[in-house]
């Protein structure tokens, strides 16, 4: 990271010489109070039900309170940019590397050293510059029609551009970060031609127009309107447990090759953090063994954490090879992954 273009707040060099500063002013015993009191404001993308349930038992665990605010991830960042210094926020959740790369640009995170979240979180699901670090897994992977389809006739996503989909295909709506984040790991993948092509065989084999979300499209699926599309896992997931005999199933593309695109949702601490030293300690709660479990399972998602097991809801999907690329490359490739989606007519 060089001196201008650093992204995220260095706090090493301020805590370098923290106890000088500490020990010369009057700051020191207002910081010790703001520390024992610290109520950790928290803006989250992350739904209420998907996070209180941690925070509450943080509380309980340590008496640090913990008030958040929820919202969509965009008018999250404006605020807290525009908040700038006076925000209140200490920590920001949200989903997809693709906000959380783009919150870390905008200068409202803060890089943080901490050998807890380098050991829990795996290199390729955090920023190598440690301004946002993973939390949960989530595949993006292909759902197809039981009732139309073999397994044996899937194979991966670029398969899904071949003429044998035309009108079978299903997608949502490209306006969405996810299918943002699923080219840009094409792109990383196999370059700018083929990924283009991959995409245009995608927008001729539609059999509708993009769906607004996921579960519209595996409905559609469902109601014969097409065949396959591509979902993250926990949307899967959320309409087995409405219907465990819905005429649906997963599929693991790209087993021989790059594998399934994985993304996360994750948090880092502000930049204009009050309280930054205790909203690492929640970042790192979140990450340990204890709280992994609860935090993945929530939303029928995958642990970060290596040493902490799926939900037995989740395993049943079965093993699969995930797309080892690193999270920032693939987030380094939106702005130029957008572009192509424009190009190729995908809506
Ligand atoms: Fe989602």
Redesign the pocket.
């Known amino acids: 990271m060089s001196g201008f273009t650093q992204k995220c707040l260095r706090v090493f060099s301020l805590s370098c010489c923290w106890s000088f500063v500490l020990a010369f002013t009057s700051l020191a015993g207002e910081q010790l109070q703001a520390a024992e009191n610290a109520e950790l404001v928290v803006y989250s993308a992350r739904k209420e039900h998907l996070i209180k349930p941690l925070f509450d038992q943080y509380t309980e665990e340590t008496g640090v309170k913990i008030r958040y605010i929820t919202d969509k991830a965009g008018p999250l960042l404006t605020r807290l940019k525009s908040e700038g210094v006076s925000t209140q926020a200490d920590m920001l959740l949200t989903?997809?590397v693709g906000n959380l790369w783009h919150a870390a640009n905008q200068g409202v995170l803060r890089e943080i050293s901490s050998s807890t979240l380098s050991e829990n979180v795996p290199a390729n699901l955090r920023d190598p510059e440690n301004c946002w670090f993973g939390l949960t897994v989530?595949a993006r992977t292909l759902v197809y029609s039981t009732e139309r389809i073999k397994p044996e006739q899937l194979l991966s996503y670029e398969d899904l551009a071949d003429k044998k989909w035309k009108d079978r295909l299903c997608l949502r709506t490209s306006k969405k970060v996810?299918n943002q984040s699923l080219v840009a790991s094409l792109l990383a993948n196999l370059g700018k031609t083929q990924t283009e092509q991959v995409i245009s065989g995608w927008v001729a084999n539609l059999a509708t127009s993009p769906f607004s979300?996921?579960t519209k499209a595996m409905q559609a699926v469902v109601s014969g309107l097409c065949d396959v599309t591509i979902v993250?896992t926990?949307?899967f997931g959320r309409l087995q447990k409405q219907d465990a005999n819905l005429p649906l199933a997963l599929f693991w593309p790209n087993q021989q090759d790059h594998g399934v695109h994985i993304n996360i949702s994750g948090g880092g601490v502000t930049r204009h953090a009050k309280h930054p030293e205790q909203a690492q300690k929640l970042l790192e709660w979140l990450s340990d063994e204890k709280a992994q479990g609860l935090l993945a399972s929530l939303?029928q998602e995958y642990p970060v954490n290596k040493k902490v097991p799926a939900s037995a809801e989740v395993l049943a999907w079965g093993e699969f090879k995930a797309d080892p690329v690193a999270l920032a490359t693939v987030a380094e490739n939106q702005v130029e992954a957008v572009k192509l989606i424009d190009r190729m007519g995908y809506r």
């Open positions: 989903v997809d989530r996810y979300n996921d993250n926990y949307y939303n």
